[in-house]
């Protein structure tokens, strides 16, 4: 009996374990603080073709954090000229990101629907945002200013997908 339950016990969590949920990857639309405290949605208008882009506070994700990638940015502004601009003012469409360690890839797989084993989906830990010696510096210098534009998280690299803009790994 006790090694029926004990297997029992073993099997469950090996199951629960093994459907391990994530939200990386998963779509999200980005957001941008308003100068009375609200937010609005960041509109594909607002990209820059060959940028990244990282919003913090998209409820749709776990960890807040929605990017569009570069390659991402060109894609969505490329279409709204092919559709005579009618999409500049739609939600720029993002995927759940999180913070990561420079030169460790592990935290950004798994993914959503398995999306790392998808070629041109899988992450890797990149570079989004100021040097954090440069953030640092901000936040030293302007205290509300680094509040209003990175509020509690101070790091400089999440998962993203495709090749870094400083073309490394």
Sequence with gaps: MLR????????LGAALFACTSTDLGAPCNMVKALSDGGVTNVVVGDLSA????????????DDLICVVDHTSASLQLSQAQ??????FQSPAVGYCSLACVQGNNSTCS???????????????????????NLIRAICQSDPMSCQQYFGT????????RGTPLDGGP
């Design 82 to 87: 092919r559709d005579a601009g009618t999409s």
């Design 110 to 132: 798994p993914q959503y629907n398995d999306d790392q084993n998808i070629p041109g989906l899988s992450m890797t830990c990149q570079e989004l945002v100021l040097d954090p």
């Design 4 to 11: 029926h339950l004990l297997l029992g016990t073993l099997l």
């Design 50 to 61: 060959g940028k990244d882009f990282i919003s913090f506070g998209a409820t749709e994700c």
């Design 153 to 160: 998280n101070r790091g400089s690299f999440f998962c993203a």
